[in-house]
T-cell receptor, first 114, second 114 residues
Framework: QQKVQQSPESLSVPEGGMASFNCTSSDRNFQYFWWYRQHSGEGPKALMSIFSDGDKKEGRFTAHLNKASLHVSLHIRDSQPSDSALYFCAASEPPDTNAYKVIFGKGTHLHVLP | EAAVTQSPRNKVAVTGGKVTLSCNQTNNHNNMYWYRQDTGHGLRLIHYSYGAGSTEKGDIPDGYKASRPSQENFSLILELATPSQTSVYFC?????????????FGSGTRLLVI
């Protein structure tokens, strides 16, 4: 079973609209979360991390984490065509453990329509 | 600028042949990772390393070996390539997070095994 589940698989929003993604970890050992973005033909690039309950805002991007349910979401306001990409949720073990594996979800394709 | 460089960018190999994918990082990160990306599976961890001389099995290590001869270099070796190993391979480097992500990906190697 996939340890990191993402939804939806694909999402289309109009330019200027709000895009929202969801992610859940099924393993309580993996409760430190990141969001990555991958444009076509490139490697993934880190957008932001979130380790504590609540919201974290960076520019147009806001992440929300509920540690009790191991659910994290990402919201992009004022979406731009350049935001069209594959968005990955990633979860890791506590950063002070030797294992420190990072597990990725399958990703959500975002299409921002001009 | 700190970076992760992969070579080759594209590779065609014959079934049963040996393939070596190379990765070099200038981030001075202790940890390095090899992932493969396939449609419908997202990014799956093959092997990773905590530092020079160490290699660890990820979630899908069968058919792959890894080598970490130095802090900067991490190779993925397919001793007997099979068509099922046709994929896009990504190398990444990272540190144990101290509050933010240092996970940096290369641009990927597209491997076709015929």
């Amino acid at each position: 079973q996939q340890k990191v589940q993402q939804s939806p698989e694909s999402l289309s929003v109009p330019e200027g609209g709000m895009a929202s993604f969801n992610c859940t970890s099924s393993d309580r050992n993996f409760q430190y979360f990141w969001w990555y973005r991958q444009h076509s033909g490139e490697g993934p690039k880190a957008l932001m991390s979130i380790f504590s309950d609540g919201d974290k805002k960076e520019g147009r991007f806001t992440a929300h984490l509920n540690k009790a349910s191991l659910h994290v979401s990402l919201h992009i306001r004022d979406s731009q065509p350049s935001d069209s990409a594959l968005y990955f949720c990633a979860a890791s073990e506590p950063p002070d453990t030797n294992a420190y594996k990072v597990i990725f979800g399958k990703g959500t394709h975002l299409h921002v329509l001009p | 600028e700190a970076a992760v460089t992969q070579s080759p960018r594209n590779k065609v190999a014959v079934t049963g042949g040996k393939v070596t994918l190379s990765c070099n990082q200038t981030n001075n990160h202790n940890n390095m990772y090899w992932y493969r990306q396939d449609t419908g599976h997202g990014l799956r961890l093959i092997h990773y390393s905590y530092g020079a001389g160490s290699t660890e099995k990820g979630d899908i290590p069968d058919g792959y070996k890894a080598s970490r001869p130095s802090q900067e270099n991490f190779s993925l070796i397919l001793e007997l390539a099979t068509p099922s190993q046709t994929s896009v391979y990504f190398c990444a480097s990272g540190e144990r997070a101290r509050g933010d992500s240092d996970y940096t990906f290369g641009s990927g190697t597209r491997l076709l095994v015929i």
